[in-house]
C-alpha cells in the first residue's frame, strides 16, 4: 500500500524522507480527494495479472515506454533529476507505473501544502492534468518506471506560477466542486 504524508519545509537533501514530526500520514482517500489516483499492480506479472491492460482500456492509454532513473542510466542525471524537482504542472494526467526500484511524489494540495507520496515497485500513480507537483529519487538513486499517456506522449512541464493556465483552472475547478471527492 502506497505511503503518503504531509513534508516539513526542510532544505536539506530532497531525497529524504522529510517527514513532520510527528508524523502526518496522508491517507488514499485524501489523495482521491486530489485527484490522485492509486493502485497496487504486480510489477512482475502484470501482463498476465490484466489489471494494467485493464486501466488503459479504461482510460484510453495508448502509448508507453519505460525510463530508468539511476546515474548509470539517465544521460546528464543531475540536471534531469533537478528538472524534475521544479514545482509544475501539465496539461495531461502524469501517469506512471513502477517496475523496480523507488522514489517521491510530491504534491500541493488545495491548501497549497506539500504531501509526498513514496512509490515503490507495484505502485500506478495518476497525478491529474493541472496539479502542482514534482518528483525526485529517494537515497536509492534508482527507479525504473513506465510512462504511459493517451495518444502521443506530450513532456512539457508548465514551471509554477502557472495558475492561468487551462489545465490548472479545470483542475481548481474540479477541487471546488467536489468532483475528486
Known amino acids: 500500500m502506497v505511503s503518503a504524508w504531509f513534508m516539513d519545509s ?4 530532497q531525497r529524504l524522507s522529510h517527514q513532520l514530526d510527528p508524523p502526518q500520514p496522508v491517507s ?3 489523495l482521491a480527494n486530489c485527484g490522485v489516483l492509486y493502485w ?20 484510453g492509454y495508448t502509448y508507453t515506454d519505460c525510463i530508468t532513473c539511476t546515474p548509470e542510466k539517465l544521460p546528464n542525471y543531475e ?5 524534475f524537482f521544479e514545482e ?3 496539461s495531461d494526467e502524469e501517469i506512471r507505473f513502477i517496475l523496480d526500484g523507488s ?3 510530491d504534491i500541493r494540495n488545495y491548501d497549497d501544502k506539500w504531501i509526498r507520496i513514496q512509490v515503490e515497485k507495484g505502485d500506478l500513480i495518476i497525478l491529474p492534468a493541472g496539479i502542482y507537483h514534482r518528483f525526485t529519487l529517494d537515497d536509492k538513486d534508482y527507479i525504473k ?11 512539457t512541464p508548465h514551471n509554477r506560477p502557472a495558475d492561468d493556465h487551462p489545465a490548472r483552472a ?12
Open 10 to 13: 526542510s532544505d536539506e537533501d
Open 28 to 30: 488514499l482517500e485524501d
Open 40 to 59: 497496487k499492480l504486480d510489477a512482475d506479472n502484470f501482463e498476465k495479472e490484466g489489471k494494467l491492460a485493464e486501466i488503459r482500456a479504461q482510460r
Open 79 to 83: 540536471q534531469k533529476l533537478k528538472s
Open 88 to 90: 509544475h504542472l501539465h
Open 103 to 105: 522514489g517521491y511524489f
Open 145 to 155: 518506471a513506465m510512462r504511459l499517456f493517451v495518444g502521443e506522449p506530450v513532456w
Open 170 to 181: 479545470d483542475y481548481i475547478s474540479k477541487i471546488k466542486d467536489g468532483r475528486y471527492a
